[in-house]
């Protein structure tokens, strides 16, 4: 009798612990949709704890990107890149807070990602598209910056009077020059300034940069692709003199607050790179103008702390561009000696700009251009459909096994029920203690489940059938039957698990979803199936001497 209570004690608080992992699961799956985004601490505590739903049934954003080699010189190449670009989009994925995201090689140079429960395709792009190459570069002066534009115009002049520009005869030129020819031909389209002649002086104090009207965007950015800037490599062109031309962001005029960019001259080599930075994270309180903006604020490793130690305290009173990705997003000026390796990035329209820059530059930059090939996003209502069908389907399966096996087995069918009832609570509540992800597929597998629990009872029941015939007493017949299955249970549950067990390891997305319902469905069906079923055979027969067997 004591180890009859013992069982029954070991019942209970398995039951109790499963329904407080259970409990969130069930209440957050309970109310609004609309409700569930809140932002609420309560809310928020639910949705941490409870199970998450794959794409498939969630909804959620699914990306394919093609990793563009072409911008890597052959002689640069690794043959890792896809490789590295999946373990540095798989940081950023992971920084953001996406649940069980899926992101996987696909051929030779694809990446596919799939984000459960993130539907903004712009959102999804500025994440994970984002080369996030962060480069700091010295501003020139505005003489050298004249000196480029007027390298540009001859380039360009020559373009226009079908001549070809110095440095462009060959693919991949990394520089232009003005050449040494001196005729009146060469004087005469020196004079001509197509460049120069679309942009406006910056205002005063800018340094070396101009400013770029937007009625004139578009001209000026096709000249100064066409010259000074290397579109296969993706990297700007060194002009002569060491000096390359870079866009800001688009921006407001000050003087007519119509809109344009500016552009800046900068040194060609950068003085310090991305690969420098140990930390990046949102700030405030960054701009004197704008306390309330949110920017980035970065630190260096030791080596690039001093780098930037003595790059500052050698250009007091000198503009550093911050680069990221071919764009200069700010470039204050030095105004002293900076120690301790901390810089910041300012001019950030939006917090979660600033949330999203952060994350890329914490994740590092990726070894070149990911081009997108598909973005598709996964709306709830089709989420809500794929749920109900196959909510639809496991429902329709148990009723039908129920039918079956109550009619078959009578009242030991309904120990079966039983069984297989507390064979789902199980399930679901170990989905919610490991914050498991439920897909369709993984529907699937709670179907293949139940019908696995069934096996394992209609086993036992069979047995004991057998001891019965053969004159056998209840309690007999009862403990032979359990005995002589046991073997058959453990071994083609424990076949199934093991299969599981190696999908979930080398499977991905849709398949690691069936595994993980699978195998953990398996472990409840032996507990159930053994112990929970021959304890309440055990505890009936404690208490009454059983004559026969409703089986």
Aim: glycine share 10%; net charge neutral.
């Amino acid at each position: 009798m004591s180890t009859l209570r013992f069982r029954w004690a070991v019942l209970v608080v398995v039951l109790l612990v499963a329904g407080y992992y259970l409990l969130p699961t069930f209440r957050f799956y309970r109310m609004d949709p609309a409700q569930q985004g809140s932002s609420d601490p309560s809310v928020a505590g639910l949705r941490e704890n409870s199970m998450r739903l794959g794409l498939d049934l969630q909804g959620g954003a699914y990306l394919v990107y093609e990793v563009d080699l072409d911008k890597i010189p052959e002689d640069q190449r690794s043959g890792d890149e896809v490789d590295r670009a999946i373990e540095i989009i798989r940081n950023r994925v992971d920084q953001f807070g996406v649940t069980e995201p899926v992101i996987q090689k696909q051929g030779n140079n694809r990446i596919v990602v799939q984000l459960p429960g993130l539907e903004s395709p712009e959102q999804v792009r500025d994440m994970v598209g984002k080369t996030a190459r962060l480069e700091f570069r010295l501003v020139r002066t505005p003489e050298e910056m004249q000196q480029a534009l007027s390298i540009v115009d001859r380039a360009i002049a020559r373009r226009q009077g079908g001549q070809a520009a110095v440095g462009d005869t060959a693919a991949g030129a990394d520089s232009l020059a003005l050449g040494d020819a001196a005729s009146a031909a060469d004087s005469l389209l020196a004079a001509d300034k197509p460049f120069s002649s679309l942009l406006q002086v910056a205002p005063s104090g800018a340094g070396g940069m101009v400013y770029v009207p937007a009625g004139n965007l578009d001209e000026v950015e096709s000249m100064w692709h066409a010259v000074a800037f290397d579109s296969v490599r993706n990297v700007p062109r060194p002009l002569a003199g060491g000096t390359v031309l870079l866009f800001g962001e688009s921006i407001d005029d000050p003087g007519t607050a119509n809109p344009g960019r500016y552009l800046y001259a900068l040194s060609a080599r950068p003085e310090l790179s991305g690969s420098n930075i140990e930390d990046a994270t949102v700030a405030f309180g960054l701009e004197p103008q704008r306390p309330q903006a949110a920017g980035v604020s970065l630190n260096f490793d030791k080596r690039g702390a001093a780098t930037f130690t003595r790059l500052t305290g050698a250009n007091v009173g000198r503009q550093l561009g911050i680069v990221l990705d071919n764009v200069v997003r700010s470039a204050p000026v030095i105004q002293d000696k900076i120690r301790g390796g901390r810089a910041s990035i300012t001019g950030i329209s939006t917090d979660n700009e600033a949330r999203m820059l952060g994350i890329v530059l914490r994740a590092g930059a990726l070894p070149t251009d990911l081009v997108a090939i598909e973005e598709r996003t996964v709306g709830p209502t089709l989420g809500r459909d794929s749920i109900n069908q196959g909510v639809r389907a496991a429902l329709l399966g148990l009723g039908l096994v129920v039918l079956v096996i109550v009619f078959w087995y009578r009242a030991s069918g309904l120990l079966a029920v039983l069984a297989l009832g507390l064979n789902l609570l199980f399930l679901f509540s170990v989905l919610g203690a490991i914050r498991g992800t439920l897909t369709l597929p993984g529907i699937a597998g709670i179907v293949l489940t139940i019908g696995m629990a069934v096996d394992a009872n209609v086993l036992v029941f069979e047995r004991i059938r057998e001891e019965l015939r053969t004159g056998k007493t209840v309690r007999g017949a009862v403990d032979e039957g359990y005995r002589r299955a046991l073997v058959t249970i453990l071994d083609s549950n424990l076949t199934t698990l093991i299969s599981s067990v190696v999908l979930f390891q080398f499977g991905t997305g849709p398949i690691r979803g069936f595994a993980l319902t699978l195998m953990v469905g398996i472990i409840a069906n032996l507990f159930t199936a053994v112990f929970v079923t021959r304890l309440i055979y055990d505890s009936f027969m404690a208490k009454r001497q059983l004559k026969g067997l409703s089986i």
